[in-house]
């Protein structure tokens, strides 16, 4: 990675981490509705990825879309207005944060878990039916990998010959269950299995995801095909805002059942009591676990590497704050009446 | 007589199943922690955490239920069981059919469902009626505790395929985790009857398709389930104000469709509005009004669905869903036709 390029890399996750900070407080202020599926975490995946496509390319994407669409370089006035269920919004409002599209950018959202295997599929289908070199990119995290969809798209797209790059995120863990504990085999393994080239990548590390993602996608401009990577990330706000181990961390003594006590130790039927016992190492054993992901922040690792040259930080910094904070503000300008888009 | 909120009913009537029979057993994504009170007590023998994979894990449970064992298997929210369709649709449904009569599968699908707190088209449908049209699944849609915990019963104890949607409104950890996520900056339109209420200090199963008369009437009948009937009460309480009286049906289960009961109320008041938060087109609305003309009645006939894909926007998703006034507005208008 050459310094234009890491500066270049940091950016564009700063740029996707401020809004989406800006986004959980507008979150939590209420003023956004339904659940909220952040992608901070796996912002180096993201900015590896998508800073190698060029127009005509097509995404499809999971119920963490907001990165790679800001990163894209979405309209981010228009994002927040779709969140705010704004009829100025992205998408008029009628999707929210989990279906974003824009036929603009060929970027198709949808929440359920595994569907943008098939998407990205397609969409290389339809690329390759008009000769372009242009390739789709599916983004899915660890848990699609056990969807019947996602393993019977990466069969389509390697029997096929379509260029699909597959980019698993990986962040450890499926909702609240660990993935380890319900996937067997190993996911390149898997994609091998298909007949596609496939790598496992540090997910924290912008550089080593810049790499396989630069190799990856020459390739498949070149002479078509899938490639799949397995990218290890964090998800540092849960699945979702809402996430009782997230929660846990946050506020324990709200979240804690006291029920779970009495599951355990006094109520009548059920299994013997050393399994009780069991049971309930097991969930604090999950909580603990989740909290581990806190810790670790691509976007501080990809920052110390460029510390030498603070001043520069600083200016980007200034600049991506500004450029936020002013699109939240157009945003609820437009919201109460005193602007336009 | 004790009180129960709606999800600590379900909970409690499926611990009761649990006790009784050592078949009974839960398995679906995330179980350990969406009933952790259930995966402390019973261990992960009979609270089975799956991966996400609804295909893989509803196709089997119709075998597993086959080979004697009675599982309840949560899909979460109803909207991703289209991920699993071809077990529901083409196996579970048909077994019982193609092995003329001689094979049961005794599965019950769990599943949250409903809208009204802004998460969209895709996380907050229904799909009752759509699920109803396939011959040989039971589709029951409690909208109090009492409801929920004996139709639970019901549903574990019945020998073929059992779909059971719990509304997120009525289900504090869904609601919970799924619009409120620890603000209180947030607010929605929650039945209190709903979500806590009576119940029996034992479970007893309550027969599916038998409706629950909850307001006695005679100008009008509304007809719902799940929180369509706490609107339609509500609805019935302002109507009263204008003069018209207003006959409350809860179906409880949209199939078998208590058709009986439907009849002797529509008999008695001449007139029909059914309150459905599924789609209208081709769905449970219709289906009353078909059932009730072979059978020879004549009634006025109107109907306050859901038209469309719901809308993320708050304010369109209030106009989208039956609320209160859009029930009042049609009962009146299909008295005055």
């Given at each position: 990675m050459v310094e234009a390029e890491a500066w270049q890399l940091y950016e564009l996750m700063l740029r996707s981490r401020r809004f989406e900070e800006a986004v959980k407080k507008l979150w939590d202020a209420g003023k956004i509705s339904g659940e909220m599926h952040l992608g901070i975490g796996e912002e180096a995946i993201i900015a590896g990825v998508v800073s190698q496509l060029k127009e005509g390319d097509a995404m499809a994407l999971d119920h963490r879309g907001t990165p790679p669409l800001i990163m894209r370089g979405i309209d981010m006035v228009a994002l927040l207005l779709e969140f705010l269920g704004h009829p100025q919004g992205l998408c008029a409002g009628m999707g929210g944060h989990m279906h974003l599209f824009s036929k603009e950018h060929l970027a198709a959202s949808s929440g359920i878990v595994g569907s943008s295997g098939p998407a990205a599929t397609g969409f290389a289908l339809a690329l390759r039916y008009n000769k372009s070199d242009n390739i789709a990119v599916a983004l899915f995290g660890e848990g699609s990998m056990n969807q019947g969809m996602m393993l019977e798209s990466m069969n389509l797209a390697s029997v096929w010959k379509l260029p699909v790059l597959f980019v698993c995120k990986d962040n450890d863990w499926a909702i609240t269950t660990l993935s380890k504990e319900v996937t067997g085999g190993t996911l390149v393994d898997r994609a091998r299995g298909f007949g596609i080239e496939g790598a496992e990548v540090d997910g924290i590390d912008v550089a080593a995801v810049l790499k396989v993602a630069k190799y990856a996608i020459s390739k498949m401009r070149k002479d078509g095909g899938p490639y799949f990577v397995h990218a290890h990330c964090v998800h540092k706000t849960g699945?979702?805002?809402?996430?009782p181990l997230l929660r846990f961390h946050e506020t324990p003594m709200k979240m804690f059942d006291p029920s779970l006590m009495k599951s355990a130790?006094?109520?009548?039927?059920?299994?013997?009591f050393h399994v009780r016992g069991g049971s309930l190492v097991k969930i604090f054993s999950f909580v603990s676990k989740s909290?581990?992901?806190?810790?670790?922040d691509p976007l501080v690792v990809t920052e110390k590497k460029l510390k030498e040259n603070k001043g520069r930080l600083k200016e980007i910094e200034e600049t991506v704050s500004n450029e936020v904070e002013q699109a939240v503000r157009k945003a609820l300008d437009i919201v109460q009446g005193r602007g336009e888009a | 007589m004790k009180k129960m909120r709606f999800a600590q009913a379900i909970e409690s009537a499926l611990a009761q199943a649990m006790v009784e029979d050592e078949n009974v057993f839960i398995m679906g994504e995330d179980v350990h922690t969406l009933r952790a009170n259930l995966f402390t007590r019973f261990?992960?023998?009979?609270v089975k955490s799956t991966p996400i994979s609804e295909s893989a894990f509803l196709g089997a449970a119709v075998t597993a239920a086959m080979g004697g064992l009675r599982p309840v298997v949560e899909v979460m929210l109803v909207d991703f069981i289209g991920v699993a369709m071809d077990a529901l649709l083409n196996e579970a449904a048909k077994v019982s059919f193609f092995s003329g009569g001689k094979w049961d599968v005794p599965i019950v699908v769990r599943a949250s469902c409903g809208g009204g707190y802004g998460d969209a088209g895709q996380h907050e449908q229904s799909l009752w009626g759509w699920l109803a049209h396939i011959p040989g699944l039971s589709v029951v849609v409690p909208s109090n505790p009492a409801d929920a915990g004996g139709l639970m019963l019901s549903a574990i104890y019945h020998d073929a395929p059992v779909v059971y949607l719990e509304h997120k409104l009525l289900s504090d950890y869904w609601l919970d985790s799924m619009g409120i996520g620890g603000r209180t900056t947030v607010s929605f339109d929650i039945p209190k009857d709903g979500v806590e209420g009576d119940v029996p200090d034992r479970w007893e199963p309550i027969p599916m398709g038998e409706l629950n008369c909850l307001r006695d009437g005679k100008d009008i009948t509304l007809v719902s389930v799940g929180v369509g009937v706490h609107r339609s009460l509500q609805a019935a309480s302002t109507l009263q104000e204008k003069g018209i009286s207003a006959e409350v049906l809860d179906l409880r289960s949209v199939s078998p469709l208590d058709t009986k009961g439907l009849k002797k109320s529509i008999a008695k008041t001449g007139a029909l509005l059914v309150v459905d938060e599924d789609y209208k087109t081709f769905g449970l609305s219709g289906e009353i009004c078909a059932t009730l003309l072979e059978e020879r009645l004549l009634f006025k006939y109107g109907r306050v669905c859901t038209e469309d894909t719901i809308p993320y926007s708050r304010e369109l998703e209030d106009q989208a869903l039956p609320s209160e006034k859009r029930i009042i507005d049609k009962s009146i208008e299909t008295i005055k036709t």
């Open positions: 699945h979702f805002l809402g996430d130790f006094s109520i009548k039927g059920g299994a013997p909290g581990k992901q806190r810790k670790i | 261990g992960k023998k009979r």
